[in-house]
């Protein structure tokens, strides 16, 4: 249980925004990814904090591991929420509490540049951002640990409000492109998300212990001005800056768990759109590549579950899909980058969801597709076996019917005299004599 301790405020000035991490599936070719008609702008995936090699290896077209990146504006997010086309202007969002009244400031979020990742092996994620003033604000719009919610959204041009429904919005964007989300229809997307939180805070960090306060508040979706105890949770670690020795102090810090990566950062201008940007163009590829290998495992899962059980076809495509994602499409944390930090911010979404894992486990699926093909092939050779034995008696058949007709001719020419003929009739009923004799024995050595 979480407890606001009545301790000095460490962050009196803050600002906060947020990446939620919606993960979704897709049937679409790696060629016809680039021909959807997506309203934003096409990008090749940019970072200066993962290697440049695993860059140039998910920037590859037309292949099993590459990846289609979409950039999307405030103003496409805003029409895909709320119908409201960017002409009409930009209007002010709020997530409300029912019965709620009023348009309360605290209540207000703002849509922030996002991203649409599409992986070629049927995986995608749109990391939606936005900013807000309130953590009840952030707990109406993705609160983590429940599977329904009430919050009822609204938009407002000057003095008119009209309600809308965010979930819904997206969703109908998805299953306009063939996406489907993870999460079941009806339910929240958030359910099925991961959350990227961004704090920025004025001041330098004297200490560890200040960035894991900080970074743990975020992801607790607690305010940074309040001071959150809560030891409950195992699976929290964290990774720093290194110390600045000029200045004996840290830039920044993350906080690492199984549904959250929480970043916390001082800028002295409390520029949170730079930070924000930052993070999106540098890390969240990073975290997007750790994430879209757990739910390629789960979409690998699913296809297996529902693979036609007379379709060899199909069978040996995900077969092969799946080699060469094992083969192409995972990245060691060794490979990821050369900071460290990011090495092992990278290796904890590893393990807090326990990726590595489920990648191992697909060797096992390979293996029971490796014996359903195997009882294909035996099934085949069965059906290709009674083929070749039918036509095999046929002609056995045709020969003996035919034996007795060429002994009568054969006799009808030496009565007559024709002796090229009879040789040439003993010749062929010899050869038949023997093709019949090596088909029967053949027949007989496979029984």
Not at 98 to 122: H, I, K, N, V, W
Request: charge should be negative; glycine fraction near 4%; aromatic fraction near 10%.
């Amino acid at each position: 249980m979480s407890e606001t301790q009545d301790k000095p405020l460490l962050f009196p000035e803050s600002k906060c925004g947020i990446f939620l991490l919606i993960p979704l599936k897709h049937s679409h070719s790696a060629k016809a990814i680039a021909s959807l008609s997506i309203p934003g702008e096409n990008r090749p995936v940019e970072s200066d904090d993962v290697n440049e090699s695993i860059i140039q290896t998910i920037n590859t077209p037309n292949t099993p591991h590459s990846v289609t990146r979409y950039e999307l504006s405030e103003a496409t997010l805003l029409e895909i929420a709320t119908g409201i086309t960017p002409d009409q202007g930009l209007p002010q969002l709020y997530a409300m509490a029912p019965g709620q009244e009023g348009t309360p400031e605290d209540c207000r979020f703002t849509l922030f540049r996002s991203e649409l990742y599409l992986f070629a092996t049927g995986i995608a994620f749109l990391a939606l951002g936005f900013t807000y003033p309130n953590p009840i604000v952030l707990r109406r719009i993705c609160n983590l640990g429940y599977t329904q919610s009430d919050t009822v959204y609204r938009y407002c041009f000057g003095n008119c409000c009209k309600d809308f429904d965010l979930n819904e919005g997206f969703r109908s964007f998805f299953e306009s492109h063939g996406l489907t989300p993870f999460s079941k229809p009806g339910s929240p997307l958030y359910v099925e998300s991961h959350v990227f939180n961004v704090g920025v805070v004025r001041n330098r960090f004297s200490d560890l212990e200040t960035i894991r306060i900080g970074a743990k508040n975020l992801h607790l979706m607690e305010g940074l001005n309040n001071l959150v105890d809560d030891n409950s949770e195992e699976d929290v670690y964290y990774t720093y800056s290194v110390k600045t020795q000029e200045l004996g102090t840290h830039r920044f810090g993350y906080c690492v768990t199984s549904q959250t990566l929480s970043y916390l950062v001082a800028n002295s201008e409390l520029n949170l759109a730079e930070e924000m940007d930052d993070q999106r163009k540098n890390i969240l590829p990073m975290v997007l590549l750790a994430l879209y290998q757990k739910y390629t495992c789960l979409h690998f899962r699913e296809r297996l579950s529902l693979l036609p059980e007379n379709s060899r076809k199909e069978l040996q495509k995900l077969k092969f899909d799946m080699m060469e994602f094992q083969a192409y499409g995972t990245f060691p944390p060794a490979e990821m980058s050369r900071w460290h930090n990011d090495k092992q911010t990278y290796k904890y979404i590893l393990d807090t969801n326990s990726i590595s894992e489920a990648v191992k486990n697909l060797s096992l699926s390979l293996n029971i597709l490796a014996e359903r093909e195997k009882e294909f092939e035996e099934q085949e050779e069965k059906k290709r076996d009674k083929k070749s034995n039918l036509v095999l008696y046929l002609i056995s058949l045709f020969g003996i019917i035919s034996i007795p007709e060429s002994i009568l001719s054969l006799v009808m020419y030496f009565v007559e005299g024709q002796w090229f003929q009879a040789i040439l009739c003993s010749s062929l009923l010899l050869a038949l004599l023997i093709l019949i004799l090596s088909i029967l024995l053949f027949v007989k050595k496979k029984k």
